[in-house]
């Protein structure tokens, strides 16, 4: 049977913004269904950290959510695990530059399975659950979708196809399901570093001067997933004005 408390499913949600979310949606009374695809250590921690907490609230759930067939299978462990499922954030993505004139078809394949395709595909998987739960989902896009960067074309599309994704789904998925997403600016630096002339710009063209902080996205999500009983198929922008160009 159903437990008492409401069940997320998070994506990518080992490390960085994704980790955030789970802290936050954890702290709020959520119990989780952590997904990674390739950072074993951090889940397992992250996982440890939260079920010492509240004990038995965390299932970590490893797949490559490019493999078609694990998305399905996610949503049922989650429900296998927890009897309900009343979240689904879709915040795993995948980032890569390339340099336009050179983009190979992988590459843009790479991107649109991760960002667009997936998300999709796994709201569907979880409609019934989340519409029993009368639920909400929100996706991770990010101001690149509004703001393109030359080097990041294929990027830029994937997250655009997500947010039109966002709204296509809060219409399919009324009125039981809320589908919203949050859009980002610059959170956290790419693992690999960033150019200081690039970070210089980024900045200069962030309205409030800052970057922002996993802490705010997390606290972005909870809201649309728990307060926001009015709103559906909106992006939300948490980028510093950055989007106002």
Known sequence: MPGG??????????????????RRL???????????RGSAGEATALAAELDAARAGSVLAL???????DSLPELVARTVGRFGRLDALVNN???????????????????????????????AQAAAPHLRAARGAIVNLSD?????????????????????AATRALAVAM?????????????ILWPDAGIDPALQARLM????????????EIA??????LRDAGYTTGSVLAVDGGRHLG
């Open 5 to 22: 408390h409401p069940v997320a499913l998070v994506t990518g949600a080992a490390r960085r913004v994704g980790a955030a979310i789970a």
């Open 26 to 36: 954890h702290a709020a009374g959520y119990d989780l269904a952590l997904h990674y």
């Open 62 to 68: 490893q797949a490559d959510l490019a493999e078609f």
């Open 92 to 122: 795993a993505s995948g980032f890569e530059p390339a340099a336009f004139g050179g983009i190979h078809p992988d590459h843009w394949d790479a991107m649109l399975a991760v960002n667009a395709k997936a998300p999709f595909f796994l």
């Open 143 to 163: 101001v690149y979708a509004r703001a393109p960067r030359a080097d990041l074309a294929a990027y830029a599309v994937s997250k655009g196809a997500l947010e």
């Open 174 to 186: 009324a009125p039981e399901v809320r589908v919203n997403a949050v859009a980002p600016g610059a």
């Open 204 to 215: 200069a063209m962030t309205p409030l001067g800052r970057t922002g902080t996993p802490e």
């Open 219 to 224: 606290g972005a999500v909870l809201w649309l």
